[in-house]
């Protein structure tokens, strides 16, 4: 079987970006209001809807 490498790259991109998303997420919940609680919103529920997206594939 011919498999392909896969570099730390690779394998950390996507959780990586999640994770900033929900640091920005968080961290905008905290210190602003308005507009800043929307991108709250926004940068939580990306990684909530990757999650969810990913569940129902698996099953």
């Given at each position: 079987?011919?498999?392909?490498?896969?570099?730390?790259?690779?394998?950390?991109r996507w959780p990586l970006?999640?994770?900033?998303?929900?640091?920005?997420?968080l961290a905008s919940a905290l210190f602003g209001d308005?507009?800043?609680?929307?991108?709250?919103?926004?940068?939580?529920?990306i990684p909530l809807g990757v999650l969810g997206w990913k569940t129902s594939r698996a099953a």
């Open positions: 079987m011919n498999r392909l490498r896969q570099t730390a790259e690779d394998i950390f970006w999640l994770g900033v998303l929900t640091v920005v997420g308005d507009g800043w609680d929307a991108l709250s919103w926004v940068a939580l529920a």
